[in-house]
């Protein structure tokens, strides 16, 4: 590998702010802000809109699609033939 091309690997935590959430992980991107975490050291903050604490696919909270009202629209609109 070249050296000084790639950006620093550290330690980031992110926070999940709707669904009241934060884990910490390894990543290149850059925060002004922190945060001290359960272990009592300070680490960069990167706050997300959406994580697996807030994602419907996660929560279960996924909305079910009214695949057979969508059927019968379609019957009426183009009829059978």
Do not use: C
Not at 1 to 6: A, E, G, L
Not at 12 to 32: A, C, H, M, P
Not at 59 to 78: A, I, L, N, P, S
């Amino acid at each position: 590998m070249k050296k000084d091309i790639h950006p620093d690997y550290r330690r980031v935590v992110f926070r999940d702010k709707s669904g009241n959430f934060s884990f910490l992980t390894g990543s290149t991107r850059e925060s002004t802000e922190t945060v001290v975490w359960q272990d009592g050291n300070t680490y960069p903050v990167v706050d997300v809109e959406i994580s697996s604490a807030s994602h419907p696919f996660y929560t279960g909270q996924q909305r079910v699609m009214d695949t057979q009202g969508r059927v019968e629209k379609f019957k009426r609109r183009y009829g059978q033939k």
